[in-house]
């Protein structure tokens, strides 16, 4: 298990609003910036030239404007090949990681169950990612398949959401929980209704045993506009709020939910939402409004007392079709 990261308080509930802006997207910021920032240099060298022109310097005025375009133009042929790796490389690129969990109750009752955490699918059709994301879940061989919302982008995509889902094998069952984007777009009867038909198991704000382990996955309703109910939801579970209670592994759409979970003692938070940051320079800026608001909560594994909770990078994009520095995920959990 990699080092684990502190879930500090200044950054707990500042992930995302509940609606997202929609008059400028980040990528028309960047592209306007762009478009900016090529314009100036090309008046500037051109300037340039034109001063030292008038200064009877031709010549060298002649080889300063050639050289400012030939800089201009490697720096466009850069932009060009960063922006087509974050286009068409990186958000076909899923990255497998093996997750080891150190906690004895859940080691004890799971032994070598493997499980695989996947999130925001952002779904919009059944492409050439989709079809690697299948191959790659199954290639594990897991016992359990979980995933923490946002299987959609809207919903045209939902059709294609749902024949991914029907395609991932998992020995013992899938289980998932709603995302914001979910929601928003879906109803709840829509939702629950169709994964259910096709074997998966919602848990909105419910509770449900991981088969004779012992041990119980519990999920909650979207934090993101305070749907959750985790008191509600851990009713279910026998011997809840004692110390008879049995190990739980929760799963929300967001990191949002990582108080109430510390509070309950909750030993495994596992979530997703802010998609790694989705594009950007890492300490610098990210250009996703789904982690700006929180840019140090990006992915990986954070603790908070008692309780783990390991961000999930997730699958696909929103906002724009953009990954860099932030690969697709999908996470493969054993317990020791």
């Known amino acids: ?59 060298a005025a002649k080889q300063a404007v050639w050289r400012g375009l030939r800089l201009l133009a490697a720096v466009v042929v850069l932009e060009a090949a960063v922006f087509s790796y974050a286009r068409l490389i990186e958000p076909n ?25 996947l999130t925001d699918l952002h ?18 061989q897991p016992e359990w398949i979980v995933i923490t919302g946002d299987f959609v982008n809207d919903a045209q995509g939902w ?51 991981l088969g004779a382990t012992g041990a119980w996955l519990v999920g909650v309703d979207d934090p993101v506009n305070r749907q959750d109910r985790l008191k509600l939801a851990l009713r279910g579970v026998p011997g809840s709020g004692t110390s008879a209670q049995p190990p739980v592994i929760l799963l929300a759409h967001s990191p949002d939910i990582m108080p109430d979970a510390v509070a309950a003692e909750i030993p495994l938070v596992l979530v997703g939402h802010t998609h790694g940051g989705q594009i950007g320079i890492p300490w610098l800026i990210r250009f996703s409004s789904y982690a700006n608001r929180g840019r140090h909560i990006l992915g990986g594994l954070y603790h908070d007392g008692p309780t783990q909770l390991y961000l999930n990078r997730g699958i696909g994009s929103k906002v724009m079709p953009y990954r860099l520095l932030a690969p697709p995920e999908i996470t493969v959990i054993s317990f020791e």
Request: proline share 3%; charged share 20%; aromatic share 4%.
């Open 93 to 117: 690129w899923i990255v497998v990681r093996h997750l080891q969990v150190r906690h004895e109750a859940l080691a004890e009752a799971l032994g070598s169950t493997r499980l695989v955490h």
């Open 1 to 59: 298990m990699g080092a684990s990261r502190r879930f500090s308080t200044a950054f707990r509930g500042c992930l995302m609003p509940s609606k997202a802006r929609r008059t400028m997207t980040a990528a028309d910021h960047l592209k306007l910036a762009a478009i900016g920032l090529h314009v100036g240099a090309a008046g500037a060298i051109v300037l340039h030239g034109a001063v030292l022109a008038g200064g009877r310097q031709f010549r």
């Open 159 to 209: 059709p294609a959401a749902l024949e991914v889902i029907r395609q991932l094998q998992a020995a013992r069952g899938i289980v998932a929980v709603p995302g914001n984007t979910d929601n928003h777009f879906l109803t709840p009867r829509q939702f629950d209704e169709d994964l259910q038909a096709i074997g998966v198991k919602v848990l909105r704000n419910a509770a449900v045993p």
């Open 123 to 140: 779904t919009e059709r059944l492409g050439w990612r989709e079809r690697r994301l299948v191959q790659l879940a199954n290639r594990e």
